[in-house]
């Protein structure tokens, strides 16, 4: 079992930067594949960022530059750094995370949430116009 606790969400004003943080418990840190994703109200959740076991990232269209997904191993943590936000970026925002055994999913970064086993609670992100 893994638990995930995300921290760094608030309210900030459009044009500003949150720094979101995702910490893991469980089996070595290193051996999952991590991912944030989203859920706006009254929309579905989506993908946001992620990073493979290898440390490879993909990040959705609607990032364009602004946010950036590193992990750090020795901390067990994956944070999400955002910058130049936009109201269209509030939504709740999740820390998802998956084991990984294999030679080609240690290169694999996952965007899709049924890739992911396990998921955080989320952390809100509001901001403001």
């Known amino acids: 079992q893994v638990q995930l606790v995300e921290s760094g969400g608030g309210l900030v004003q459009a044009g500003g930067s949150l720094r979101l943080s995702c910490a893991a418990r469980?089996?070595?840190?290193?051996?999952?594949?991590m991912g944030w994703f989203r859920q706006a109200p009254g929309k579905e959740r989506e993908f946001v960022a992620a990073?493979?076991?290898?440390?490879?990232?993909l990040d959705a269209d609607f990032v364009k530059g602004r946010f950036t997904i590193s992990r750090d191993n020795a901390k067990n943590t994956v944070s999400l750094q955002m910058n130049s936000l936009k109201p269209e970026d509030t939504a709740v925002y999740y820390c998802?995370?998956?084991?990984?055994?294999?030679?080609?999913?240690?290169?694999?970064?996952?965007?899709?949430?049924?890739?992911?086993?396990?998921w955080g609670q989320g952390t809100q992100v509001t901001v403001s116009s």
């Open positions: 998802a995370c998956a084991a990984v055994d294999s030679v080609w999913d240690y290169y694999h970064v996952r965007t899709k949430e049924r890739e992911y086993d396990y």
């Open positions: 469980g089996r070595t840190f290193s051996s999952y594949a």
């Open positions: 990073i493979s076991r290898s440390g490879g990232t």
